[in-house]
């Protein structure tokens, strides 16, 4: 029999496999029962063998310290393994980018309202495709086209799960088989590759590109108009921008254009805001509204952007064509499912109260922020920040320029706010502000800035609630000691 690895080893030598235990032997350790109380023994076998697995190939290199196979450094190394195991990949971060609706981070956070309505919808069976006035079977888009239509002046409405969906689905629909024209200066991509030539294939459509990068006129569409022609589509250039000599088609006369010639016109928004910005003092983005009174028969748009709800692709438009669109086989595979659809109907719901939009939705919210409140912010927690980041680093309340995202407004800028960390010596300054970095996104609610200017800069605008962040700077001092 192996004896018990205490009993075996020598402090301070090495230890071999045959001091290892067994996974049973390791698992039914007494003060282990109420590991396995809580978890099961599917589990903590399971992390335990994988343990010993790995211990075991230290051991047969020559590698394994002695103190590493003692009961108590097992328990406990196991403990954490199960911990780290059931952490959720998923986890909430600060975002201190200065990029509000961004990306990678998320884009778009949800209502307070939201988040209540989809926890009680998601708790219990709920109505999604039940119609209770009928006590029949009911449309999962009734739960929001009334709403869409209400908002936007759209005959018909239906969502599906992203807005790169309601294109291709858009397209398929309308044009499958057939020719869709798009001026050369719209065939964007957008993240992930999302591009709008391979769209056109994915959809079965043939793409006919009219005019050039820069300049697109009238004649150009109408020259391209021809018996295949099933769509004329406008993209807007949401994360980007041509500037200098350019000149594009607008809405209202491309729909006179296409319309004269039997043919609809398909506009995709992107963004997709709902309310005029300009009346927040922030730049304007075209809205589904004035798509649809210049003659858009179909306008695409996400909704966790600066809508702000929750991942969707929203289609609005006439009876006519959100009635193919519907009835296309594609539908039914991009829909979207009960939790998103919650979410998108309590955020919508928002939008009845525009009084209100401000203060209860998050995205309108941060980006309205005024700067001299982020500032004032910015002077109250930079000595906390400097007693934690000492001697190692400085730190500055400085101005900055953030940005909406998510591709809305790309060359727009929002002034803000924030704390400007930089090394104490320059020699050394590029690894110490990775380090610098790494030790804030290693924290329990991991913290992200941005490195700019040998500088890592944390942009306040989206910092509502300081208390999480103020918690965590014992930990980041300890982290950079």
């Known amino acids: 029999m192996t004896a018990r690895p205490d009993e075996s080893v020598v402090h301070g030598s090495k230890a071999s496999a045959k001091d290892l235990p067994s996974v049973d032997r390791l698992i039914r350790s007494p003060t282990l029962a109420a590991l396995l109380a809580e978890h099961g023994h599917t589990l903590v076998a399971g992390e335990a063998r994988a343990l010993l697995d790995t211990l075991r190939a230290q051991a047969l290199a020559g590698a394994l310290d002695a103190p590493a196979v003692q009961s108590a450094a097992l328990e406990a190394t196991l403990r954490q ?10 986890r909430r971060v600060l975002n201190l980018t200065g990029t509000v609706i961004h990306t990678n981070l998320g884009r778009a956070l949800l209502a307070d309202a939201a988040l209540q309505h989809l926890l009680a919808m998601m708790a219990g069976p709920n109505n999604l ?21 209400s908002i936007t002046g759209a005959q018909a409405a239906t969502v599906v799960n992203n807005n790169a969906a309601a294109v291709l689905l858009t ?15 719209e065939l964007v991509e ?46 807007h250039t949401s994360n980007y921008a041509v500037q200098g000599f350019t000149a594009a088609v607008d809405e209202t006369t491309l729909a006179a254009i296409a319309h004269a010639k ?30 649809l009174a210049a003659g858009c ?56 109260r525009p009084e209100r939009l401000a203060q209860d939705l998050p995205t309108l919210r941060l980006l309205t922020r005024p700067e001299a409140q982020i500032r004032e912010l910015a002077e109250r927690l930079a000595p906390q920040l ?20 998510s591709g809305s407004l790309p060359v727009e800028r929002l002034p ?16 110490a502000l990775d380090e610098l970095a790494a030790a804030l996104r290693a924290l329990p609610l991991p913290v992200i800035g941005r490195i700019a200017d040998d500088r890592l800069l944390l942009d306040l605008r989206c910092l509502e609630d300081v208390q999480p962040f103020t918690d965590q700077l014992p930990a980041l001092h300890e982290a950079l000691a």
């Open 81 to 90: 393994r199960i911990e780290a195991r059931l952490a959720p990949r998923m």
């Open 129 to 149: 495709e039940y119609d209770l006035a009928s006590g029949g079977r009911g449309d999962r888009d009734s739960i929001v086209e009334e709403l869409l239509c």
């Open 171 to 185: 397209i398929a629909a309308m044009a499958r088989g057939r020719e869709v024209i798009v001026s050369r200066g």
């Open 190 to 235: 957008i993240g992930g590759a999302f591009r709008m030539p391979d769209v056109m294939a994915s959809a079965g459509a043939t793409l006919v590109e009219v005019g050039t990068t820069n300049r697109t006129h009238p004649a150009d569409y109408e020259r391209a108009i021809g018996e295949r022609t099933a769509l004329v589509m406008k993209v």
């Open 262 to 291: 039997g043919v609809p016109l398909a506009t995709d928004l992107g963004s997709g805001s709902l309310v005029d910005l300009a009346h927040y003092g922030l730049p304007r983005e075209p809205l589904p509204q004035e798509m």
């Open 297 to 352: 028969d179909v306008v695409t748009f996400s909704g966790d952007k600066l809508l702000g709800g929750p991942q969707a692709g929203l289609i609005v438009g006439s009876k006519e064509a959100l009635g193919r669109i519907r009835k296309f086989p594609m539908k039914r595979a991009l829909r979207m499912s009960k939790l998103p659809l919650a979410a998108l109907e309590a955020t919508l719901m928002l939008y009845l």
């Open 386 to 405: 400097a007693a934690a980041v000492a001697p190692r680093f400085g730190v500055e309340v400085a101005s900055m320029q953030g940005q909406i995202g």
């Open 416 to 431: 803000s706010a924030g704390l400007a960390i930089a090394p104490a010596q320059k020699k050394g300054a590029g690894r």
